[in-house]
């Protein structure tokens, strides 16, 4: 269901009667999707998860952000996830992080990067899940780089570039970050359906549309939403040919404008 920003769905997903039911609900809690989750794409890579309970902030690069819906200042997520180690991806993480008190949730050296900076981190690497009270994430592989440039140009390396995983209230939301197409895409889905994958289709440092319609081949999620296109002239990835080269392939294409939502 396509939302403009700020507007929420009153419908349930679950018939009216067992909706009403609070005790089957309160057994079952993660069977039972009483509060659609809502997406909002906040332009680059960054997007907004809300949940029944908790808010989740991807890749916040709002700052210098020509695409950016909203403000760092805006957003009071509770958790910040966070693919790797690139300006235009930890963004505004540390400033949010701090005012917030989210913790950043990322790879080993991306997080003891943004802890020296007092941030709140936690560190997890490629492969195995990590519990939280909300659910689980864990990180998975992307062909990228991580690091940033110090003064002088000399880089600053921090780990491996990944991609996220996170399992909250019954839902599976996959955020590839950066990367080139990889054939184990399929094991990502093939572990857990996935309901929404945040694939970049930008050309130039990640796939593009025709490689980023193979991801949706492999991963064969039930939606999926183009990221990491148009904010610069190089990203030069058309999410409309995207939209039409994934069309058949089994999955909802969302292509959602800077500030638009969609709930499921
Ligand atoms: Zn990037």
Redesign the pocket.
Known sequence: MLLKAGERSKKSVIPHFWANDSFWVAVFPRCFNTNPMKFTYLG??AGYLETGSEKFLFDPFLTGNPKASVKAAQLNPTYILLSHG?G??VGDSVAISKRTGAPIITTFELANWLEAQEARTVAMNHGGWCKFPFGRVRFTIAFHSSSMIEDGGRPLYLGEAAGVVLETEGKTIYHAG?TALFSDMRLIGEDAPIDLALL?IGEH??MGPKDAAKAVEFLAPKRVVPI?YGTFPPLVGDPQEFARLAKGKGAEVHVLQPGEALEF
């Open positions: 680059h890579s690139h235009d991806h950066d970049p440092f990640t990491h």
